[in-house]
């Protein structure tokens, strides 16, 4: 074999090896995610957002789910765009979540979500346990049932 041919075959192989034994070009293995579905609300209502902003994805609330703790991703975050009615989708890894709301638009209703439920200062803090698990939150009683 010819060293042009050993070093073509091993730039072939080498990504196969990397995978195979958890390397990856963006560090540490990726723990598998989760879908979790739930409803944003305050006092049982969606967060109102004017007619004619209510379709624009950037006037709705968003939440984050910032991990806590520790774990394989201690440092994971994923957004949730909220649609109108206040329904959520997020893909996560299981685990403990400090859960931010934030609103681009904010009416004189919202206003008290500027800092209160930041990422630094929510205090929803929220366990996701598996698949298809809901998580209902209503920001007049943030610590949930």
């Given at each position: 074999?010819?060293?042009?041919?050993?070093?073509?075959?091993?730039g072939l192989?080498?990504?196969?090896?990397?995978?195979?034994?958890?390397?990856?070009?963006?560090?540490?293995?990726?723990?598998?995610?989760?879908?979790?579905?739930?409803?944003?609300?305050?006092?049982?209502?969606?967060?109102?957002?004017?007619?004619?902003?209510?379709?624009?994805?950037?006037?709705?609330?968003?939440?984050?789910?910032?991990?806590?703790?520790?774990?394989?991703?201690?440092?994971?975050?994923?957004?949730?765009?909220?649609?109108?009615?206040?329904?959520?989708?997020?893909?996560?890894?299981?685990?403990?979540?400090?859960?931010?709301?934030?609103?681009?638009?904010?009416?004189?209703?919202?206003?008290?979500?500027?800092?209160?439920?930041?990422?630094?200062?929510?205090?929803?803090?929220?366990?996701v346990?598996?698949?298809?698990?809901?998580?209902?939150?209503?920001?007049?009683?943030?610590?949930?049932?």
């Amino acid at each position: 074999m010819s060293v042009r041919m050993l070093i073509v075959g091993f730039g072939l192989l080498a990504p196969a090896w990397m995978a195979a034994v958890g390397c990856s070009p963006g560090g540490p293995p990726q723990e598998p995610t989760v879908l979790v579905k739930g409803k944003l609300t305050n006092a049982g209502q969606p967060l109102s957002v004017p007619a004619n902003l209510a379709a624009q994805k950037g006037a709705r609330p968003v939440l984050s789910f910032i991990r806590v703790g520790d774990g394989a991703q201690a440092n994971f975050s994923a957004p949730a765009i909220t649609e109108p009615d206040g329904r959520f989708e997020a893909r996560v890894p299981k685990g403990k979540y400090r859960i931010a709301v934030q609103q681009t638009y904010a009416g004189p209703a919202e206003q008290k979500l500027l800092s209160k439920f930041d990422p630094r200062n929510s205090p929803i803090l929220r366990e996701v346990t598996g698949e298809g698990q809901e998580i209902n939150i209503d920001l007049g009683n943030p610590q949930g049932p």
